[in-house]
């Protein structure tokens, strides 16, 4: 009887995990096939059986996005999403209005923080070589921090950091690249930028990863997390490398 009880124990449990799928720490009974892939504030960007939709938290459907690469931005309402011209731009998705398409070849790499942060690749005349840089616009797409330029750029929710091209900024690049040669400044510096557009913290160290409010930097070869405000530290582990 003990082993029958556990061989209908085991069967239960692998008929739950066929039926059901993880979803935010959940398990989706009869809706194995529906995955959340983005949220922002009252809506979700969800698939099911490969087809991606915009929907509210009670699940009616609002928008239907065209790009598989679409993506919800901190503004709510607002979508990265191909527009009718082919390029990736944003979109209002309750309206369907076109708010913002990138200049040229730029690619909009992420609105999370309620910034822009932008990439472009340049490619020099006679080389086979590509630069990539990162420029940030503020909530209407105007370039923010005087044209402050990145070689990268990570985010959280609150934050974007990364690493500053010390020297160069994004008028001086615009004007190198019509001249034909453009190469990205050899010194950097690393800093922490917040949700309204301001450089809250600069250091020499690069930062590995950011939590709350602190960096991940090392010190004589550990992991530490240095709080940008209090300047407090703390051991960090190697997850956060």
């Known amino acids: 009887y003990i082993k029958l009880t556990i061989v209908i124990v085991l069967i239960l449990i692998v008929a739950i995990c066929l039926l059901g799928q993880s979803r935010g720490g959940e398990i989706v009974i009869n809706e194995a096939k529906l995955t959340v892939v983005d949220e922002?504030?009252?809506?979700?960007?969800?698939?099911?059986?490969?087809?991606?939709?915009?929907r509210t938290i009670e699940g009616e459907v609002v928008y239907e996005p065209v790009s598989d690469d679409a993506m919800l931005v901190a503004r709510e309402g607002y979508i990265v999403d191909q527009v009718p011209s082919g390029k990736m731009g944003v979109i209002d998705f309750l309206?369907?209005?076109?708010?913002?398409?990138?200049?040229?070849?730029?690619?909009?790499?992420?609105?999370?923080?309620?910034?822009?942060?932008?990439?472009?690749?340049?490619?020099?005349?006679?080389?086979i070589f590509v630069e990539t840089v990162y420029y940030i616009l503020d909530e209407n797409f105007e370039i923010a921090l005087d044209g402050t330029l990145f070689e990268m750029v990570e985010y959280t929710d609150e934050y974007l950091y990364g690493g500053v091209l010390v020297g160069d900024n994004y008028n001086d690049m615009q004007k190198a690249i019509k001249k034909g040669k453009y190469t990205p400044s050899a010194k950097k510096e690393y800093c922490v930028v917040n949700n309204k557009g301001e450089i809250v913290y600069k250091t020499s160290k690069y930062i590995h990863n950011m939590k709350d409010d602190s960096i991940v930097i090392t010190e004589e070869g550990d992991y530490i997390f240095l709080n940008i405000y209090t300047g407090e530290k703390e051991a960090a582990g190697y997850e956060y490398r």
């Open 40 to 54: 922002s504030g009252d809506y979700q960007l969800v698939k099911e059986n490969d087809v991606y939709t915009v």
């Open 95 to 127: 309206s369907g209005n076109v708010i913002f398409v990138p200049d040229e070849d730029d690619r909009i790499e992420t609105g999370k923080t309620g910034l822009w942060v932008m990439e472009k690749s340049i490619e020099e005349k006679d080389s």
